[in-house]
């Protein structure tokens, strides 16, 4: 490159290194750690034997010049410290820092240091002279294809590696410091880059220090969580900024948006970035960027080289790696509020909201959080921000309802969280008799709002619409009852006045297969519950077959009836055709495990949360399953799944701290009113207190519902049967669990509490037909993809 091609190099190459001096980030507000110091007016004609052609890029450290290396006759970018700052010690620091720190690394992929200087006071480092443009600007046209954004987040992670192979840890990684050139990606700007630690215990090192000025070193945008907290940092410190550069080159947007740096750090540390949805080989990323971002750093990949290979695995699995991300956006519909009281409108505060959600989770570019977590945050003004870190949310439905006569008038608003910026406003009127056109009125109203951020997606005409008006109503009114056990009988009858009225509405036939489900199980039982709840089930699905509420719904039931890879199978498909629920994966969860697949279920969890970090799944009792007591106590209930106390009560108790889980039993006894919980609170209680007697007699008390018939509920008396020793009865239940499709095969294999019984010839019997269910119901999950679904890899035989 002879020395006059500065002048026709891409503004991006000089835009780059301004930012790359300046140490901040175009459009977060973050000013430079010297901003104000005043720049060198006349560019020196030479320093050294380099000769200074132009100025190409200045910012409060100093300024970087294209120049020439007479002695071996080569074009260098050469940064000098400016003479203000040059005053400064702990300025002067950072400088050499910087330069011995890119100095001591040479790999191809980081920019090469040719010679650090000092001529007649002024400091200098002369460096190779790049063309191209930086990652910044280059996403400022907009994201990235994945097999564009690979090469360059493989390139990165290069460097990367180099650096941390020498104990460095760059703790500036933000996309002006990625530069792109015609023969690969380039890693700038090591003024941050500090020694990790200086032998094997862990280090010392903050991620946030203040300069002279008082102003924070490092960008907000893509910081890792301990090092905008102050806490000490290491390479998984950069894998987060990785992560955050990857989620922006495919997504077009970053990870952690917000208008301040107040903001933008709240959310690094508090809140979850928009779940990518797209090809199956975009969903494969979305989840390798998920671990990248764990807030955690236990939790992240321990190295760059980690990874690496996590995504060279997805870029050999990838079957459409030109596809284009989207994030999903998250929105939750609060209950409305009623602006005059009226018992005969009243119900419509939170079941009309809820079928509003429910007909925009079938949006594909939606994800909608559940109506129990909108109903906790039911105020007249609930806090957006709060709301917006709780729930995860992007977008949020709120609205008034008023009666006048024989209308119903709602007003819905489309708000901007946590912002505020009101989207739209809508005002609806419909009758008391046609209150679905109210429903779907707002819906399309919400849709058509968010048409553009959705890139054009709409919403087709609902399928299971109601051709009663009045059949709707009782509906509405089942839903709104159907929120506690307590008038689940009263919903029950409300649905079958729905399908009365219209016998060809789904929805109504999905619930009501559940309510006869949940009553013969845990309140009233009878013989024909099953029967009447898979009827109803089946009829649902007759009539709409993606009905995903029905297969949500049957799946439970099915796994009782020891049908649960059948169950499993069928989650999987409607799993795949609308990846975007995160309530299918959390039905995985259950019926995996039911299956004896507790790493699928466990990923199934992941992907739940990958969706909604909020839902609540069954993975408590999977954690239990694999007999880790340790990871299941440790874990905080809000984290690894719904936080059910009874199984927490178990693993104290399997564990050996029979106090602690009597404490823990006594107040789960109080919270829940069922008498199936009340008789199986009495069977643990009997259990801690090591009454083998006593527990016969109390689960005789569950013999009248059909809680008894549920494979799962079967295995785990049988396993604390065993655990005090009373190994017969327990080998009973276990084997009738097995027999009933319940096929723990790893509990069994594993758990020392089956130790006395590894001999016995019934046991081995148990053992073996367990293994034999599981390695079908394996197989079947891989026939169907589920290994793809949830990110495994082909071939894997998880226990």
């Not at 795949?576 to 990923?603: K, Q, W």
Request: with cysteine.
């Amino acid at each position: 490159m002879s020395d006059d091609t500065t002048e026709q190099t891409p503004r991006g190459w000089r835009h780059a290194l301004k930012e790359w001096l300046i140490g901040s980030e175009p459009g977060t507000g973050v000013p430079s750690p010297a901003s104000g110091a005043p720049s060198i007016q006349a560019p020196p004609s030479r320093i050294g034997r380099y000769v200074v052609n132009r100025k190409i890029g200045e910012g409060g450290m100093g300024v970087v010049y294209a120049a020439r290396d007479e002695r071996l006759e080569r074009p260098v970018a050469l940064k000098l410290m400016s003479e203000m700052v040059g005053r400064d010690d702990t300025a002067r620091k950072r400088f050499w820092r910087e330069a011995r720190a890119a100095a001591s690394v040479n790999h191809p992929n980081i920019c090469q240091i040719y010679e650090i200087g000092d001529e007649a006071g002024t400091l200098f480092i002369a460096m190779e002279l790049l063309e191209g443009e930086s990652l910044a600007d280059r996403l400022a046209r907009g994201p990235l294809l994945l097999s564009e954004a690979m090469p360059i987040a493989l390139g990165m992670l290069a460097a990367l590696s180099a650096l941390h192979g020498q104990g460095l840890v760059h703790r500036d990684l933000k996309p002006s410091n990625v530069f792109l050139t015609r023969h690969g990606v380039k890693l700038l700007d090591f003024g941050l880059a500090r020694h990790e630690f200086a032998g094997p215990t862990l280090p010392t090192l903050t991620g946030v220090e203040l300069t002279g000025s008082g102003m924070l070193v490092g960008t907000p945008r893509y910081m890792a969580p301990e090092q905008a907290l102050g806490e000490p940092v290491d390479a998984r410190s950069d894998v987060f900024s990785a992560g955050a550069i990857l989620f922006e080159m495919l997504a077009g947007r970053p990870a952690f948006g917000g208008a301040t740096i107040v903001d933008v750090l709240h959310a690094t540390v508090h809140d979850q970035p928009p779940a990518l949805t797209g090809s199956p080989a975009i969903h494969a990323a979305d989840r390798v960027i998920r671990r990248a971002l764990a807030k955690r750093p236990a939790d992240r990949f321990a190295s760059a080289d980690e990874l690496v290979n996590a995504l060279r695995e997805l870029r050999a699995d990838g079957d459409d790696s030109r596809a284009i991300a989207r994030t999903l956006t998250r929105l939750v519909v609060l209950p409305f509020r009623v602006l005059r009281p009226d018992p005969e409108t009243d119900f419509l505060a939170f079941s009309l909201p809820d079928a509003i959600a429910t007909s925009l989770s079938r949006v594909s570019s939606l994800v909608v959080r559940s109506s129990a977590m909108a109903a906790r945050f039911a105020a007249d003004s609930p806090d957006l921000k709060v709301l917006a870190s709780e729930a995860d949310v992007d977008r949020v439905v709120i609205g008034t309802l008023l009666r006048a006569g024989d209308q119903v008038r709602a007003t819905a608003q489309l708000i901007e969280a946590p912002a505020g910026t009101l989207i739209t406003s809508q005002t609806i009127q419909s009758s008391l008799g046609d209150l679905f056109a109210l429903q779907d009125d707002i819906a399309r109203r919400v849709v058509d709002a968010l048409a553009l951020p959705l890139g054009g997606d709409v919403m087709s005409p609902t399928p299971e619409a109601p051709r009663n008006p009045r059949a709707y109503e009782f509906y509405l009114r089942g839903n709104e009852a159907a929120r506690s056990y307590d008038a689940l009988i009263q919903a029950r009858d409300l649905y079958l006045q729905a399908i009365d009225l219209d016998p060809q509405f789904a929805p109504a036939w999905a619930q009501l297969g559940r309510c006869y489900r949940v009553i013969g199980k845990f309140i009233d039982g009878s013989d024909d519950s099953e029967i009447r709840a898979e009827s109803a089930f089946q009829r649902a699905l007759a009539i709409e077959p993606r009905l995903s509420v029905a297969h949500k719904f049957y799946a439970a039931l099915e796994a009782d009836l020891g049908r649960g890879e059948q169950a499993m199978v069928r989650l999987l498909r409607e799993a795949t055709r609308h990846r975007n629920d995160p309530e299918l994966f959390a039905g995985l969860v259950h019926t995996c495990r039911y299956c004896g697949l507790y790493d699928e279920s466990i990923a199934a969890h992941a992907e739940a949360r990958r969706l909604d970090p909020n839902v609540s799944t069954s993975v408590e009792q999977t954690v239990l399953m694999t007999d880790d007591l340790e990871r299941l106590l440790a874990a905080e209930p809000p984290l690894i799944g719904g936080g059910d106390e009874g199984i927490r009560v178990m693993g104290l108790g399997l564990s050996g701290r029979r106090e602690e889980a009597r404490e823990r039993l006594i107040a789960m006894r109080q919270a829940i009113r069922l008498p199936a919980f009340q008789e199986w609170t009495d069977y643990l209680m009997s259990w801690l207190d090591r009454r083998p007697a006593d527990m016969h007699v109390k689960i005789e008390g569950l013999s009248a519902l059909r809680i008894q018939q549920d494979p799962e509920a079967i295995f785990l008396e049988g396993w604390l049967q065993c655990e005090v020793g009373a190994h017969e009865s327990g080998l009973e239940n276990l084997k009738r669990a097995v027999a009933n499709g319940y096929y723990a095969a790893p509990t069994l294999a594993r758990s020392r509490h089956f130790d006395p019984l590894r001999s016995h010839p019934a046991f081995r019997g148990v053992l073996a037909q367990a293994e034999s269910g599981r390695e079908r119901a394996l197989k079947a999950f891989r026939e169907v993809g589920g290994e793809r679904l949830l990110g495994q890899h082909a071939g894997h035989d998880a226990r």
